[in-house]
């Protein structure tokens, strides 16, 4: 983390969990939690069915909602899909683009990550943008050249003024739900690595002030030391997230100097 240049964010992804009834019982649970000034941003990307309901809950307390997934239109014959200008209008604040579990999944490619990426930012979203290897590019040494790519895709057309409000998600697709947590050298190694690519394209201005997040695994017992890295600003929390406790103790583990 580096507080004086950009913002530290939490933000817990509860993917395909929680009904609207385990919502209501989470936020009970956790607004209370929330009473201790805090350092960082906290920001909760749920399902789209739950978005208006956690918009009312936690409207008191300083967390941002989000949408984990958008359609890169902004309306037309699309059906099923939800646009960013529909989320951006019920208060709506971030959008998870590209994580590794719709790449692999639903298809999404470098592609449609841009086209996402730049839609959100059009329609006043924070998009937070998913970049990671799998273990077999890891092993065969391309990480680095695999985040580039990545990176350079997922911004190509953003204008400098923009791009501050970009948000990355660095998840090594290995060490998602796996409980196999990257080193917190490893974390830094990346992070610090798309800092360099964002610098390149934008100037060390820009760079510096861009939240990078690490992603796979994180928990209370391996938050504190990875929050400590200089370019780690933040986590994006699959499994811990969804329990008020733990998430907590990952959001008081920002809370160090
Ligand atoms: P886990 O924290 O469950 O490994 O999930 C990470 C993730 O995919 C967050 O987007």
Redesign the pocket.
């Known amino acids: 983390m580096n507080r004086r240049y950009r913002k530290t964010i939490i933000a817990g992804?509860w993917?395909m969990n929680k009904t609207l009834t385990e919502t209501k019982a989470f936020a009970e649970e956790f607004k209370p939690l929330l009473n201790r000034p805090r350092w960082c941003d906290v920001v909760l990307c749920v399902p789209f069915v739950n978005l208006q309901a956690a918009i009312r809950l936690f409207k008191d307390s300083k967390v941002s909602i989000a949408a984990e997934n958008c359609h890169y239109e902004s309306s037309g014959a699309y059906t099923g899909e939800v646009s960013a200008e529909m989320l951006k209008d019920i208060g709506v604040k971030y959008v998870?683009i590209g994580?590794?579990?719709r790449r692999q999944y639903y298809n999404e490619t470098d592609f449609t990550v841009n086209k996402k990426v730049r839609a959100a930012l059009d329609a006043g979203l924070r998009p937070i943008i998913?970049v990671g290897e799998s273990l077999e590019q890891r092993e065969l040494g391309v990480t680095m050249e695999l985040i580039a790519y990545q990176v350079k895709c997922a911004l190509s057309g953003v204008s400098a003024e923009k791009v501050r409000h970009v948000v990355f998600?660095y998840?090594p697709i290995w060490?998602?739900?796996?409980g196999k947590t990257a080193t917190s050298q490893e974390a830094q190694d990346v992070c610090e690595f798309i800092r360099s690519i964002i610098r390149k394209l934008y100037g060390a201005r820009v760079a510096r002030a861009v939240t990078i997040q690490y992603?796979?695994?994180?928990?209370p017992k391996n938050a504190f030391e990875l929050l400590g890295q200089p370019d780690v600003d933040g986590g994006?929390?699959?499994?811990?997230?969804l329990k008020p406790d733990q998430f907590m103790e990952i959001i008081n583990a920002a809370n160090q100097d």
């Open positions: 992804n993917k998870i994580h590794s579990e998913c998600a998840e060490a998602i739900g796996t992603g796979g695994s994180m928990n994006l929390i699959g499994g811990a997230s």
